[in-house]
Nanobody, 116 residues
Framework: QVQLVESGGGLVQPGGSLRLSCAASGFSFRSYAMNWYRQAPGKERELAASITASGGGTNYGNSMKGRFAISRDNAKNTVYLQMNSLKPEDTAVYYC?????????WGQGTQVTVSS
């Protein structure tokens, strides 16, 4: 079955950096686009970044452009989210996501807290 396991979250000061990882299994990872979403307290879940199956194309939410970078290693079945210049408003639970055969799958999420 499809499994997505996020890691790498934590507490970081404003202006700092974190790299999130999502280890995928149960499907042909190299054949599917992957996404990172985030959900802040009291807010709707929003797209943070997405990457095509080959890794050749990426897309970002407006507030993430220029600060976040999504990448993938198809040999390791892992997608990453490098987050730089973090702001308090980036505080959220970050989720890995994939659409496989018409169904969305989600990881359990990893908490990112940006605070001094």
């Amino acid at each position: 079955q499809v499994q997505l396991v996020e890691s790498g979250g934590g507490l970081v000061q404003p202006g700092g950096s974190l790299r999130l990882s999502c280890a995928a299994s149960g499907f042909s990872f190299r054949s599917y686009a992957m996404n990172w979403y985030r959900q802040a307290p009291g807010k709707e879940r929003e797209l943070a970044a997405s990457i095509t199956a080959s890794g050749g194309g990426t897309n970002y939410g407006n507030s993430m452009k220029g600060r976040f970078a999504i990448s993938r290693d198809n040999a390791k079945n892992t997608v990453y989210l490098q987050m730089n210049s973090l702001k308090p408003e980036d505080t959220a639970v970050y989720y890995c996501n994939v659409l496989v055969v018409g169904r969305y799958y989600w990881g359990q999420g990893t908490q990112v807290t940006v605070s001094s």
